[in-house]
């Protein structure tokens, strides 16, 4: 019987970032109505990590805006992760941006097992979606996950209006990092950001998932943002493409499904969903 991971969202803090990814509605770039928020208080997001637990995921995503970690998000990161782990039994992921390796000895001490920073796109198409940094900084934090020994969670987004090449340069990038999990986000058009307002086609992305999960026989294949516009009623698909799990309940600034929906559909399938990420 295949197995799906659930994972859930926190979105620790919100909007005003400095960096100018195309894709993003959080950059102050782009200007997109949005919450922000420079930090949700505690008390929610222990109520939140609860909820995550209660709809039966096995991971729960501790994210915050912005290039990379600083003192005061790493103390804080550090500090409601082990209040979680002292009262929840779930796979705390951080994404904080870019990291060193003493800022993710920090964070594996605090108790968070894994750590999602993703590539995104292909080194080649990367400078055409963000100039305040460059993909090898990415690159080189993924690096810094693994020699720290968290888990590393690196993926990207699919419908950037990049060509067929970056998509296969973007997977073989990955392929090197042979990351535990590779979330594959699909674009999610907003009126306010840079790029064609395109939804990718769902067959395409369909492919895209086989064929990333062909590259990366070891890796859970977690369908992320924009599922539910891209496969709409035929997001179950994915899983006969190799996608063995899914974000449930909202992303950072768009709605997801109702996670009970998603769960009921898993089930009706026949599929079992994991207690834990081991």
Sequence with gaps: MKTIYLCAICNVSSGNCSEDCAFCTQSAYNGAKIDTYKQKDEQIILKEAYLAKQNRASGFCLVTAGKGLDDKKLDFICHIATKIKKEIDINLIACNGTATIEQLKELKKAGIGSYNHNLETSREYYKKICTTHGWEERFQ????????GIKLCTGGIFGLGESNEDRI??????????????????????????????????????????????????????????????????????????????????????????????????????????????
């Excluded at 934090?141 to 720290?148: A, G, R, S, W, Y």
């Excluded at 009126?191 to 062909?214: F, G, Q, S, V």
Aim: hydrophobic share 35%; net charge positive.
């Design 141 to 148: 934090t993924c690096l810094n996950i693994k020699e720290v």
């Design 169 to 278: 340069s973007f997977v073989k990038s990955l392929q090197e990092l042979k990351p535990t999990s590779t979330p594959l986000n699909f674009f999610h058009p907003n009126p306010k950001l840079p790029l064609p307002h395109k939804i990718m086609d769902t067959n395409e992305a369909l492919k895209w998932i086989r064929y990333t999960k062909e590259k990366l026989k070891n890796s859970i294949i977690m369908i992320a943002g924009g599922r539910e516009i891209t496969f709409k009623d035929r997001w179950m698909e994915i899983f006969d493409m190799g996608a063995n799990s899914i974000v449930i309940g909202n992303y950072l600034t768009t709605k997801g499904d109702e996670p009970d929906r998603d769960i009921q559909t898993i089930e009706k399938l026949g599929y079992s969903i994991a207690q834990n990420c081991q």
